[in-house]
């Protein structure tokens, strides 16, 4: 059964940082891509970063690139995002998600080519 479980988000100051943590179970975390998105209300989810722990390949969005980075441990089936720098506009719910080894092959992630989904973990930023 595939599962994965967000954790890690809370309240920051901007300019503070927190570390997100996806525990994958299920599968083998190294011969699929996992990618972190988020939504804020009334917007459209986007992708965030993703990496394939397999190769080590990443991706960064360009608003978050320099500031997050992303890693994967496959001895313990766990992707982390670690955020500094964050902004008010880093607001939003964060989600992690299984996609195949193409969904993290480009630029851009994209919700809609990912299969599986945690619930989220609420990250917010203040002013």
């Known amino acids: 059964q595939v599962q994965l479980v967000e954790s890690g988000g809370g309240l920051v100051q901007s300019g503070g940082s927190l570390r997100l943590s996806c525990a994958a179970s299920?599968?083998?975390?190294?011969?699929?891509?996992i990618g972190w998105f988020r939504q804020a209300p009334g917007k459209e989810r986007e992708g965030v970063s993703c990496?394939?722990?397999?190769?080590?390949?990443?991706n960064y969005a360009d608003s978050v690139k320099g500031r997050f980075t992303i890693s994967g441990d496959n001895a313990k089936n766990t992707v982390d995002l670690q955020m500094n720098g964050l902004k008010p506009e880093d607001t939003a719910v964060y989600y992690c998600?299984?996609?195949?080894?193409?969904?993290?092959?480009?630029?851009?992630?994209?919700?809609?080519?990912?299969?599986?989904w945690g619930q989220g973990t609420q990250v917010t930023v203040a002013s």
């Open positions: 299920g599968f083998t975390l190294a011969y699929y891509a």
């Open positions: 990496i394939r722990t397999g190769n080590g390949h990443t």
């Open positions: 998600a299984r996609g195949s080894w193409s969904s993290c092959g480009g630029e851009k992630q994209l919700p809609s080519v990912y299969n599986y």
